[in-house]
């Protein structure tokens, strides 16, 4: 079957089942449930105050750029893997080589960016929970959801690392096909712009007798 960056020729029909069974598709899914995981682990558990105390703050040592960036993160990923599940239903529609390639690159270039910041999330999150004080939070509320925000975090690196991989897969296999070599478009918009169904010069089948405008020249 001719493909050009892992998916077959534009125009044909959608098959949710094989949609959903393809590893890049399965790594999406699972980093969207872990986006949704830490963002409601954070915004529903992650703020606690003392006894004494009306003011709610992180349970991350009290910093309250540990718990915003925990929620942005969640928030921004859940809205990403939405962006590129709708793309990757989309990509075999894509006539274009050179928009595919546009599109996978993206790809590489945005998972590699989400697993570097799920890195850098990770760390602030496990070490702002190190050093927080346990007069802060004498009664151990929220402790569940801290540690399972910081779990989420660390696995979530290699799910996106995951996806980056996949598509640097995809970008080497390329064009795998003649009929992806050029630029290439809906076989019936070719059809539609062909004048008088020719649509290209045609080759004779006989010798070449030079009569085309080329002269031989001895040396």
């Not at 962006?83 to 998972?111: E, N, T, W």
């Not at 927080?132 to 402790?143: A, T, V």
């Not at 995809?170 to 070719?190: C, I, M, N, V």
Request: proline fraction near 4%; include cysteine.
């Amino acid at each position: 079957m001719d493909q050009a960056y892992g998916a077959g020729k534009a125009g044909g029909a959608f098959d949710p089942v094989t949609f959903l069974q393809q590893p890049q598709t399965i790594l999406r899914i699972v980093s969207w449930l872990f986006s949704i995981v830490i963002f409601g682990c954070i915004a529903n558990e992650g703020y606690i105050n003392r006894p004494n105390e009306v003011e709610e703050y992180c349970i991350f040592n009290r910093n309250q750029n540990a718990c915003n960036y925990g929620v942005f993160m969640g928030s921004m990923a859940f809205l990403c893997c939405v962006a590129f599940l709708a793309l990757d239903v989309y990509f075999p529609q894509i006539s274009s080589v050179k928009d595919r390639k546009k599109a996978v690159l993206a790809d590489i270039g945005i998972s590699a960016f989400w697993s570097f910041m799920w890195f850098v999330g990770f760390c602030f999150l496990a070490n702002q929970w190190q050093v927080s004080k346990q007069e802060d939070n004498p009664l151990r509320e929220g402790g569940d959801a801290a540690r399972a925000a910081i779990t989420f975090s660390f696995f979530s690196i290699f799910t996106w690392v995951g996806q980056s991989f996949l598509a640097f897969q995809r970008y080497k296999l390329g064009a795998d096909s003649a009929l992806f070599s050029h630029e290439y478009t809906d076989p019936s918009q070719d059809a539609a712009g062909a004048p008088g169904g020719g649509g290209g010069q045609t080759n004779s089948d006989g010798p070449f007798d030079g009569s085309g405008g080329y002269q031989r020249q001895d040396y």
